[in-house]
T-cell receptor, first 114, second 109 residues
């Protein structure tokens, strides 16, 4: 089954404790992206990657890191989480070809930073 | 700065009462305008992509249209299962997506 998976689905942590949220897709998509979703603000892009070893900042990259060492995986790293990073996070992937670049989203990771 | 806005913020319809959702965009070098449906607690689900002004796409009770400044999602004779948040997003030449805040649709039986 074609899908985007994220782990963990729920995470409660404390300020400053480094964490990683994993994202994996099995559709051979070049493009992968991370978003956060907050009430009233909608989905905001954090980072995106157009292919292996190619990453770029989205609209809200501060406090986050990413890496793309393999095509299928795109982990999101919070080196020193803070309470303002409490949010619902989505990973998404798509092809780069125009006409086929609709994004497929993962199920989401709900993060709470105390 | 690229921006996407949506109206109304929330919409309540009776079953069978047709209406339209609006998405206004200012996206430099727009490469595509996307519509997604999102159910509570789930990731967005792709509905349509529109690429040029005048383009229209249909799927069941939904029809999406695009002008140079706006996109509309028309819902004909909606059913309660159409209740969801509808998101639109612009995809620009910088290869990033800009989402609107969404319209929360409730269809009452």
């Amino acid at each position: 089954e074609a899908q985007v998976t994220q782990n963990p689905r729920y995470l409660i942590t404390v300020t400053g404790k480094k964490l990683t949220v994993t994202c994996s897709q099995n559709m051979n998509h070049e493009y992968m992206s991370w978003y956060r979703q907050d009430p009233g603000l909608g989905l905001r892009q954090i980072y995106y990657s157009m292919n292996v070893e190619v990453t770029d900042k989205g609209d809200v990259p501060e406090g986050y890191k990413v890496s793309r060492k393999e095509k299928r995986n795109f982990p999101l790293i919070l080196e020193s989480p803070s309470p303002n990073q409490t949010s619902l996070y989505f990973c998404a992937s798509s092809f780069m070809i125009a006409g086929y670049n609709e994004q497929f989203f993962g199920p989401g990771t709900r993060l709470t930073v105390l | 700065e690229d921006q996407v806005t949506q109206s109304p913020e929330a919409l309540r319809l009776q079953e069978g009462e047709s209406s339209s959702l609006n998405c206004s965009y200012t996206v430099s070098g727009l490469r595509g305008l996307f519509w997604y449906r999102q159910d509570p607690g789930k990731g967005p689900e792709f509905l349509f992509t529109l690429y040029s002004a005048g383009e229209e796409k249909e799927k069941e009770r939904l029809k999406a249209t695009l002008t140079k400044k706006e996109s509309f999602l028309h819902i004909t004779a909606p059913k309660p299962e159409d209740s969801a948040t509808y998101l639109c997003a612009g995809y620009n030449y910088g290869q990033n997506f800009v989402f609107g805040p969404g319209t929360r649709l409730s269809v009452l039986p």
